[in-house]
């Protein structure tokens, strides 16, 4: 099916779900279980999570868009920035928190 005829006849409904799907199955997953597969036939001991973040992400089933979200130095040096918002916090920091 042609992406212009999709983007005019897909359902919001539909959309929701795929989007869904792809936060839960990161794309390429698969050929990363293969790839794994063969690498641990050819002898290698590393764990399938170390190798590959999308397989990570598959057994932690963490949202894509979670693993996206700044933290670490990246998201300090935005909360540092000049002419920032000293008082911004990010919601995915404060959960449980009110």
């Known amino acids: 099916m042609p992406v212009y005829k999709m983007r005019d ?15 839960r199955r990161p794309i390429g997953w698969r050929e990363d279980q293969r790839t794994y597969m063969t690498l641990t036939a050819a002898g290698v001991k590393e ?10 992400q598959l057994r932690d089933n963490i ?3 979670v693993k996206a979200l700044p933290k670490g130095e990246f998201l300090e040096r935005m909360l540092q920035a000049k ?7 990010p919601p995915w920091l404060n959960k449980g928190k009110k």
């Open 63 to 65: 949202p894509a868009e």
């Open 47 to 56: 764990s399938a999570e170390t190798l590959f973040p999308s397989l990570k």
């Open 9 to 23: 006849e897909m359902p919001y409904e539909e959309l929701i779900k795929w989007t869904t799907f792809f936060q």
């Open 83 to 89: 002419g920032g918002d000293p008082d911004w916090n």
